[in-house]
């Protein structure tokens, strides 16, 4: 019988990164609760935390837990990984902890002001951050994914990764090719697959990231 390694603090704050997608999923879920009139078909999930909506502080409130964890999972599979697998998937990771770092310090500095894209100094901020998560996020799945099969690294987390960066790209084009209407829709599949996969990166943390050919997850 395989002896288990013993799981470690390390191990144990993995679960985290399931709690900030809980935390992240219930805001996004009954935050419009708090904002009349508002459309989750035609409006961004950004839109329930500006500065001037009347959900704001609902949002808050139950997605208090979502940036904290979100970030101690994703800092902790890259101290769990350092000196395991191979070069460019480890960056990959390293890449897409930096991504969180961004989305979690550069939201806070630079909410919307306002539902929709209002002008002003605050707003353009606002998006300069979104394009560099939006950049970081598909080159860290990329890494991880490309790091992954390569030497059947990780194989499982490669195919996880190309989930989560294919629903990222389908949100990013469909903005463009659906109608307004609709653009709340397809918005959702990018912000929920960066959120997800860091709770699949917490999985593999909670199971044990040994270096080891396919992993444990």
Excluded at 116 to 142: D, E, K
């Amino acid at each position: 019988m395989p002896l288990r390694m013993k799981k470690t603090i390390v191990n144990y704050l993995g679960l985290l990164g399931t709690v900030s997608f809980l935390s992240y999923i219930v805001a996004m879920c009954f935050a419009p609760l708090a904002f009349p009139g508002y459309n989750w078909l035609a409006q961004a999930v950004s839109d329930l935390s500006a500065d001037s909506a009347p959900s704001r502080v609902l949002w808050n409130q139950l997605s208090a837990l979502y940036a904290p964890c979100g970030i101690v999972c994703c800092t902790m599979c890259c101290v769990a990984i350092r000196h395991s697998y191979n070069r460019t998937l480890r960056l990959g990771v390293y890449l897409f902890a930096a991504m969180n770092w961004l989305s979690a310090v550069g939201y806070a500095m630079f909410p919307l002001t306002a539902a929709g894209l209002p002008s002003g100094f605050q707003n353009t901020m606002h998006l300069v951050v979104t394009a560099f998560v939006v950049l970081l996020s598909i080159v860290s799945l990329a890494f991880i994914i490309v790091g992954g099969f390569n030497g059947r690294a990780c194989r499982s987390l490669s195919v996880w990764a190309a989930i989560a960066l294919a629903m990222m790209m389908f949100g990013g084009l469909g903005v463009n090719l659906v109608s307004s209407s609709y653009f709340g829709v397809v918005e959702r599949f990018s912000t929920v697959s960066a959120v997800g996969f860091n709770a699949v990166l917490g999985i593999y943390l909670f199971k044990g990231f040994d270096g080891k050919g396919e992993g444990k997850a």
